[in-house]
């Protein structure tokens, strides 16, 4: 097996086998390669028994899913036409992909000459905070010569997926639920497997919010679809209630994309805009401690201390659920990148965290597993996707969201930011200030 680039490889994105045909010429081409896939299964792995129907439909379904997926994403400069996908049963369960077609499609496709498969991959990285719980270990794939060959002679091509194949939503995984992501690991706790009447609630919830998304038109490749993610799950007090962040679900990720890449997304033709919320998690916290913030001042401002080692110590403290007792993890390198001096080399932390406690005292009843960013990120979530319906619902305002700000076409920003500070007050009592570029509201105290 051949050396790879481990920077290229990295640039992968995942696999989401949740796509199947639309058009005549999608179903002709997969009917072809299941012809190759199967006479090859006949001559060189036999079967003792035939498939039922049932199975028989699931693997091409399979097939379909897993062709797709191939197809656009070689046309992924970055990663070289790579793609991972995790073999893990659980993940897989929830795409029209099952385990075992997984595998036996890998295995008989390689072996085709149809896919290139790498080793697995022990990649620690996760930018956009999407991957699988187990993509360290996640082999890579791409499609080789023969396979886009195959494709073009049904013309398929790869920059025109979205023409020939459909997204399903019910496997789209559109509400995921994860594990606390254990010690010292930097990917996703482990997916675990959800039933009953609130999972199904969140999903409707989520699926209708994607349906009104889908009701207008993006500078996109296909139409954005959002996934909501709720962490913590094996946590004794959840009930939907940690967690909860909107990530990308579809192609063109506009949360991983750069600020000044996202600026440029039109919605239904008009230029956009993005709004955020000052502060989000640091107020929200102070108002679930009853003790709530002057949105006057900048709550990060202390004299003597860079502002970037304030909040840097304050998003710690909520990361870890306490105040932390030792410099963040590569931060004093960045801080001196980008500033030409170390913290550590100028200041104690313990002076910088006294000091940011008796600013904000409320940081002192953080309690890790109790009151930390998995319960401030589900009740921002939930203010955002108060203001989304709403925007949606009486102004049909589209908009992206990018977990503590949204996309919104330009003439929308003033609702949308009206939207967004009514939906924080009616939930937590307070209006948070709303950074528009170009328009300054100043402070509004609720």
């Given amino acids: 097996m051949p050396d790879y680039d481990r920077d290229v490889l ?33 001559s ?14 699931s693997f091409c379904r399979s097939v ?75 082999r890579r794939f791409r499609a080789t010569r023969r396979f886009l060959l195959l494709a ?46 609130q999972f199904d609630d969140q999903r409707a919830r989520v699926r209708h919010l994607n349906s009104l998304i889908a009701g207008h038109d993006y500078s996109l490749s296909e139409s954005p679809m959002v996934r909501r993610v709720f962490n913590c799950g094996d946590r004794q007090d959840f009930r939907f209630n940690l967690g909860g962040r909107f990530y990308c679900a579809s192609d ?76 963040p993890k590569g931060f004093n390198d960045e801080f001196a990148d980008s500033f030409g001096w170390e913290p550590r080399r100028h200041l104690k932390l313990i002076d910088v965290t006294d000091a940011i406690t008796e600013l904000h005292p409320f940081l002192l009843e953080l309690k890790k597993a109790e009151l930390d960013w998995a319960n401030l990120q589900f009740e921002e979530s939930e203010c955002f996707f108060t203001a989304m319906m709403r925007l949606h619902n009486e102004g049909d305002a589209p908009s992206l969201p990018v977990h503590d700000s949204l996309i919104v076409r330009r003439r929308d920003a003033g609702y949308a930011a009206h939207c967004l500070r009514d939906a924080y007050e009616d939930r937590l009592g307070f209006r948070p200030h709303v950074d528009i570029p170009d328009v300054s509201f100043g402070y509004l105290v609720a």
């Fill in 10 to 42: 990295n640039k992968a994105r995942m696999a989401t086998f949740d796509r199947s045909t639309a058009s005549e010429a999608a179903r002709a081409w997969i009917d072809a390669v299941m012809e190759v896939t199967l006479a090859h299964e006949a």
């Fill in 44 to 57: 060189n792995h036999p079967r003792k028994r035939a498939r039922r129907q049932t199975d028989q439909l």
């Fill in 64 to 138: 379909a899913a897993f062709a797709a997926d191939l197809l656009r994403h070689s046309t992924n400069v970055r990663s070289q036409g790579f793609m991972y996908r995790a073999a893990d049963r659980e993940e897989l369960a929830t795409t029209l992909v099952s385990s075992d077609n997984f595998d036996q499609l890998v295995k008989y496709w390689t072996e085709l000459d149809l896919i290139e498969k790498t080793k697995f991959i022990n990649d620690r990285s996760d930018p956009e905070g999407l991957t699988a719980s187990h993509s360290q270990r996640a």
């Fill in 152 to 197: 073009a002679d049904y013309n398929i091509a790869a920059d025109a997926i979205s023409d020939h194949f459909d997204v399903s939503h019910r496997h789209s995984n559109v509400v995921q639920v994860r594990a606390t992501r254990a010690p010292g690991k930097q990917h996703r706790g482990k997916l675990l497997k959800q039933q009953g009447q």
């Fill in 252 to 327: 063109d990720n506009w949360m991983a994309m750069p600020k000044t890449e996202r600026a440029k997304i039109k919605i239904d033709g008009e230029e956009t805009t993005e709004i955020d919320v000052r502060a989000s998690h640091i107020s929200i916290l102070s108002s679930l401690t009853g003790r709530p913030l002057d949105r006057r001042v900048d709550p990060y401002a202390i004299e003597g201390i860079h502002r970037d080692i304030v909040k840097k110590v304050i998003v710690s403290a909520i990361g870890g659920g306490k105040m932390p007792t030792r410099w």
